[in-house]
């Protein structure tokens, strides 16, 4: 099958676990048109992602006199087609996040992809998000495309389902997935009860060689690492504050923030407030391998979410070795077992996260190796990347007709 997998931007540094998907399905023996909205002049650090822009298609790169064009040549072939979707987009902008002029760009975008997909005879297209993408696949197929499926992730499309439309999209996919049980879950909110069949888990998961051997968490490492975007959802902040109180008890202790975002200004504003400046240091944007290294060198992965879908980077730290802190928040209690792959605290309690990180810190090396090995078990059995993409093959072919 050629299936297109349409991303609003593509390839980004947070969106790795996306390529891996695309090169699993791959090879399961799909042809798959990378095909995304923006990315083309973005920074990239992974030299996967420098290969994976050159594989990509982009909607907007061209400018609007192609959007244009592509808008006419749809009204000249396929009128009827047209004011299908032209009626479906003004009745996304009814009571939407955004207005109707927004959805309209979607619709001149979806002439674009619509032209590329009938082209090459695509027998699927299926986006990544359910906020725009999944809109503009949507009016893909309305335009004469073919089945359309997405992937939700959240948290953002749970905090606003109706802003984005999200239930229309479940009403006209073919399927939905989510990637864990508790994003299954969200999703039956948003969804009549005819449609939940239409729901199914499938994880993100890690290629085989991931798990290539790294050392085991050093005995003497008094390193912990918080990878993720630095923005509200990820508790960064409460996580300086947590650090606070840590140094305020005497513990000894080093935490690398890897990752880049908008509050890295206010964290660096807060960690020289606390004179943190020689127990913490922010990487900035770094590469896959770097991050890698950076999971190798702490003793443990903190993540003390406040929203989440379930985060690949826990997933990568449970691989090789690395017991995790965080969250009993969306998907994350799914993979992390308290107490044997790691600490889970309840989200926003500054006392819990400390005492947490304490425990995890003051850990014997014999506990710790055990605490690791029991996460890499559990991982590996749950985010295989190339099972979890069988699965979403057998449901490609179903929903063009083939077992």
């Not at 959805?103 to 990544?128: D, G, K, M, N």
């Not at 939700?152 to 606003?160: A, I, L, Q, Y």
């Not at 730290?317 to 928040?329: C, D, E, G, K, Q």
């Amino acid at each position: 099958m050629r299936i297109a997998y349409l991303v609003n931007q593509y390839p980004k540094v947070s969106h790795s676990f996306i390529r891996r998907e695309i090169l699993a399905l791959e090879r399961c023996g799909f042809q798959i048109d990378r095909i995304a909205l923006r990315g083309w002049d973005s920074d990239l650090v992974d030299a996967e992602d420098q290969l994976e822009r050159e594989r990509t298609r982009y909607v907007l790169r061209d400018g609007a006199v192609a959007l244009i064009l592509s808008v006419l040549r749809i009204v000249l072939t396929r009128p009827v087609q047209f004011v299908r979707a032209l009626l479906l987009a003004w009745k996304m902008a009814d009571r939407a996040e955004r207005p109707l002029p927004f959805h309209l760009i979607y619709l001149a975008e979806a002439c674009r992809i619509a032209s590329w997909v009938l082209a090459a005879r695509s027998q699927h297209i299926h986006a990544h998000f359910g906020t725009n993408s999944a809109e503009v696949a949507m009016l893909v197929h309305e335009l004469g495309g073919p089945p359309w499926s997405f992937t939700v992730h959240g948290p953002e499309e749970f905090d606003k389902p109706e802003a984005i439309g999200l239930p229309e999209k479940l009403r006209r996919c073919s399927f939905v997935i989510a990637i864990s049980s508790f994003g299954r879950s969200q999703l039956f909110r948003s969804a009549e009860f005819a449609d939940w069949h239409k729901v199914h888990v499938v994880h993100c998961g890690l290629e085989e060689a991931f798990y290539a051997s790294g050392p085991e968490p050093d005995e003497l490492s008094r390193r912990l690492v918080c990878v993720g975007r630095l923005c509200a959802q990820k508790g960064q902040l409460l996580l300086i504050e947590a650090t606070r109180k840590l140094l305020q008890k005497g513990v000894t202790f080093e935490l690398v923030l890897a990752g880049d975002g908008e509050l890295r200004t206010e964290i660096e504003t807060l960690i020289q407030r606390h004179k943190l400046g020689t127990n913490i240091r922010i990487t900035g944007w770094i590469s896959s391998r770097q991050v890698r290294a950076e999971l190798l060198a702490a003793r443990a992965l903190v993540l003390p979410s406040f929203a989440e879908g379930l985060p690949v980077v826990i997933m990568e730290a449970m691989a090789l070795r690395r017991p995790v802190i965080s969250t009993f928040v969306a998907g994350i209690p799914e993979l992390v077992s308290s107490g044997i792959s790691g600490w889970l605290v309840p989200a926003g309690d500054v006392d819990a996260l400390v005492d947490a990180m304490t425990d995890c810190l003051d850990t014997t090396p014999a506990i710790l190796r055990k605490m690791g090995s029991d996460a890499r078990v559990t991982v590996r059995h749950h985010h295989n990347i190339d099972m979890e993409a069988a699965r979403l093959a057998q449901l490609f072919r179903l929903s063009n007709g083939k077992t």
